[in-house]
C-alpha cells in the first residue's frame, strides 16, 4: 500500500499548509486549532478516496500462516464446546450457552501472556465479562435509554487501556461485548445474575485449561524459547558471514520473555541453569553484532567469514540439545565441542579483541547447555537485578499519561466512546432489530491508527458477509441430530481459534458463523439473525470509518515524541556505557540492562511509528521521509551501541591495564558530551510544528573530543579498537542525526 501514497499525496500537502493565527500563551490559537481540524478532515477525506479508487478495499491482509495455533485452538475450543454439549445433553441449552459465551471471549484472551500472565489475563477478562453482563442484561430490562451513558463508559475506558499494550487492548475489549451482546436478551436482576456467574464459569474453566497443561508441559516451552533464541543467532550469524551485514532487531530472542513468566512448576535448577543461557545469548548478540561494525570485518571479510559460520553451526547445536531428543542431547553437545574446537581467531587482526571474545562466550554457552541437560545445583549467591519500577507502577503512569486528548491512546478512547454511545442511542432510537451488532462491530473495527482501522473495517465486513451465510447452514445441521449440529459448531469453532492470529477477514467468517449458530440456540432465529448481523455490521463500519475520518490520529502526532524518547534512551545508554568501560561492577552492570532495555523499547516504538507513516498521507511536523531519514541515524546509534557493549564487555573480562590511568576520564568527558547532544536533538524534535521559532541545535564538540582521546596516527589493539570504531561511529551518528533537523 505505500507504494502508492506518491500519487495521492500531492492533493494532501496543501492542506498541511493551511496558515494560523495569533498564538496564544500554549503556542495554540482557535483559528489554528479549527485549521488543524480542516486539514485532518481533508486529508482523511483525500485517503479513503484514495484507498477505494486504487482498490485498497479489495486488500484482505496478510495470511499468516505460520502463526496458525493447532494446539492452543484445541484447547479453547475444548473449553467452549464442554459447556455447550454438557447444556444440550441434559436439556439446560440456554444455561450452556451463556457459560459457553463465556469461554469464547475468555479463550480469545488466552492467546496472550506465556503462563502465569496468561491465567491471569483470563481471570480479569472473565470477572470483566461477569460484571458486564449483568449490567448489560439488567439494564436492558430496566431502562434501555441508560445503556447509552454505560456504552461510553466502557468504550473509553476499553479505548483508555491501549496504552498498556496489546493484551490490555485484548482483555477490556471482552467487557464491552460481553456487556452489548448481554443486551440481546433483557433480564431481571435475578435472572442478570444467574447468567453473569455461568459466564465466569465458563471464563474460568478456560482458565483451569490453562493450567492443567503445566505439568504436561513442564519446562518444555522455556527449553523451546531458549533454543529459537539461539537459532535466531545462529541465522544471524550466517546472514554476517554471508555479507548480509544489517544491525539485530531489537526482539530477536524470545528466550528472555519465556523466562520472565515460567511455567510454576519448572525445576528451579533448569529454570536459573536456562537463564544463563539467556543472558549468554544476549552477550553473543552484542558481539556478533560488534564484528559486523565498520572497520572490523569491512577489511577482513575472508578472515571474520570462517569465525562466524563456525558460530553459527555450533549456536544451532546448542539449539538441537535443548529440543531434540533426551537421547540425542548429548550427541548435539559433542558435536558442538567439537566445532568449537575447530574455531580460531587470527592474531593482530583488527577484530582480535571481539573474536576472542565471542569464543568465550560460545564456551560459556556450551557449558550451561551441558548444565541444562544434566540439571545441575544452582550456584550459590544466584540474584537477578530488581527493576527500578514494578510494572503495576508503570501501568499506572502510562494510563494517567493517557487521560485527555494530548495522546493517542486519550483521542483514541474519546473517539471510541463517543462513536459508539453514538451507535447505541441510534439503536435505541430507531428501535434496530440487533441493533447491537452495530455498537459490536465499532469496538472490534475501531483502532488506534488509521489504516487498521480502514482495512479491518472492510475485512470485518467482508467476512461477516460470508459467514452469516455459513451460520445459517450449520444451524440447518440440526435437523439431522444433536450429534451433526454439536461437529459443526466445534468445527466451526476450531477454525476460528485456529486463525485468529492468521488473517483477520477467516477469523470473522468463522466467528460470525459460530455467534449466528449460538444464538440460534437460545431461541433467536438463524436468517434474521444473520440479516441483523449484516446490516450491524455495516452501519458499525460505516460510523468507524466515518470516525476517523472526522477526527483521524495521525502517526506523525506521537512520531516525533517516539524519535526524541528513542534518542534519549540511546545516548543514555552509550554514555553509561562509556563511563563504565574500566568500571565493573554488579550494580552498574545491572542499571546497564535497564538502559539498555529502555532502548530496544523505544526503538520498537519508532519502528511501528516509521511503519504507520509509510501506510499515511504525509501529515507535518514529521513525514515519513523524514523518519526514514532519523530511523537509518538511530540504526547506526544501535550499531554504536552494540559495539561499545562488546568492547566493554571484553574489556570487564581481562581486567584494565596500567597504562589506562588517564582515559577513564576523557571516556567520561565525552559521555556527558554525548548526553547534551542528544538532549539538544530530542528538544528540537519536540518542538518540530510549533508556532514558535526553534531555536538552533547546539552541539558539544563531540568530534574534537573523540579525535583527542585517539588521534588519527595512535596505534591501538585489543578491545580499544572496537571502543574507538564505536566512538566514531556514534559521534558521527549522531552528527547526522542533528544535520537532517537542521533546516526543520
Known sequence: MAARLPARQAGLRSAAKLPGGAPDQA????????????????????????????????????????????????????????PLTIGIATGNTAYGTFAALGALLAGFVSFRGVNRTRVLAVVVTTVGMAISTFVGAATAA????????????????????????????????????????????????????????????????????????????????????IAESYRTLAGYARD?????????????????????????????????????????????????????????VSDSAAGTRPLLTGTADVLAELADSLTGRRGKRASHLDTAAA?????????????????EALLGQLRAAWQIAGRVSQADAVPP??????????????AALAMRASIGTESEAGRHALRLAVSAALAEAIVRATGLGHGYWAVLTIFIVLRPDYTSTVHR????????????????????????????????IGATLLAAYAVFTVNNLLYAVFLTDFVVVLLALL??????????????????????????????????????????????????????????????????????????????????????????????????????????ALGSASHRVAQACLTLAAAVTAHHATGPPAQEAGLQPQLDELAAMVEQAGASIAGRLRVLGS?????????PPLRAKQRAIWPAQAVIGGEEAGLAAAADGLVDAIDTEADVLSDK
Do not use: K
Open 27 to 82: 503556542g495554540h490559537s482557535p483559528r489554528r486549532i479549527v485549521a488543524r481540524v480542516l486539514t485532518d478532515l481533508r486529508a482523511g477525506r483525500v485517503f479513503l478516496a484514495g484507498e477505494l479508487s486504487q482498490h485498497g478495499w479489495l486488500d484482505f491482509g496478510q495470511f499468516r500462516w505460520r502463526d496458525l495455533t493447532v494446539a492452543a485452538a484445541i484447547r479453547t475450543s475444548l473449553g467452549v464446546m464442554t
Open 142 to 225: 430496566w431502562i434501555p435509554w441508560l445503556l447509552v451513558p454505560a456504552v461510553f463508559v466502557w468504550a473509553y475506558a476499553a479505548g483508555l487501556l491501549v496504552a498498556l499494550g496489546q493484551t490490555a487492548l485484548s482483555v477490556c475489549v471482552q467487557w464491552p461485548v460481553a456487556l452489548l451482546i448481554a443486551t440481546a436478551i433483557p433480564l431481571g436482576p435475578e435472572h442478570a445474575a444467574v447468567r453473569a456467574l455461568l459466564v465466569l464459569a465458563g471464563g474460568l474453566w478456560q482458565a483451569v485449561l490453562i493450567v492443567s497443561t503445566w505439568p504436561v508441559n513442564r519446562g518444555g516451552a522455556e527449553r523451546s524459547a
Open 240 to 296: 554476517l558471514a554471508a555479507g548480509r551485514t544489517g544491525l539485530p532487531p531489537p526482539e530477536m530472542l524470545p528466550g528472555a520473555r519465556a523466562l520472565d513468566d515460567p511455567n510454576p512448576l519448572i525445576q528451579t535448577a533448569a529454570r536459573e541453569h536456562l537463564l544463563d543461557m539467556a543472558e549468554e545469548a544476549d552477550r553473543i548478540r552484542v558481539t556478533v553484532a560488534a564484528l559486523s561494525a565498520d572497520g572490523l
Open 339 to 355: 566445532l568449537l574446537a575447530g574455531l580460531s581467531v587470527q592474531p593482530g587482526s583488527p577484530w582480535h579483541w571481539s573474536g
Open 381 to 394: 549467591g544466584r540474584a537477578r537485578p530488581a527493576r527500578q519500577l514494578t510494572a503495576r507502577y508503570q
Open 457 to 488: 473495517g472492510l475485512q470485518r465486513a467482508a467476512g461477516t458477509v460470508v459467514g452469516a451465510g455459513l451460520g445459517v447452514g450449520t444451524v440447518l445441521l440440526a435437523r439431522i441430530s444433536d450429534g451433526a449440529l454439536l461437529t459443526g
Open 523 to 628: 431461541g433467536l432465529p438463524p436468517l434474521p439473525t444473520a440479516e441483523a448481523r449484516l446490516a450491524g455490521t455495516a452501519i458499525g463500519t460505516a460510523l468507524a470509518l466515518l470516525a476517523y475520518v472526522v477526527w483521524p490520529t495521525w502517526a506523525g502526532d506521537s512520531a516525533t515524541e517516539n524519535f526524541a524518547r528513542l534518542i534519549e534512551a540511546q545516548v543514555r545508554y552509550a554514555a553509561a556505557l562509556l563511563r563504565g568501560y574500566t568500571r565493573p561492577s554488579g550494580g552498574d552492570a545491572a542499571r546497564l540492562g535497564e538502559l539498555q532495555l529502555d532502548a530496544r523499547r523505544a526503538r520498537i516504538d519508532v519502528s511501528t511509528s516509521t511503519d504507520r507513516l509509510a501506510d499515511e498521507p504525509d501529515q507535518p511536523p514529521i513525514t515519513s521521509r523524514l523518519a526514514l
Open 691 to 699: 508556532p514558535m521559532p526553534a531555536a538552533a541545535i547546539e552541539l
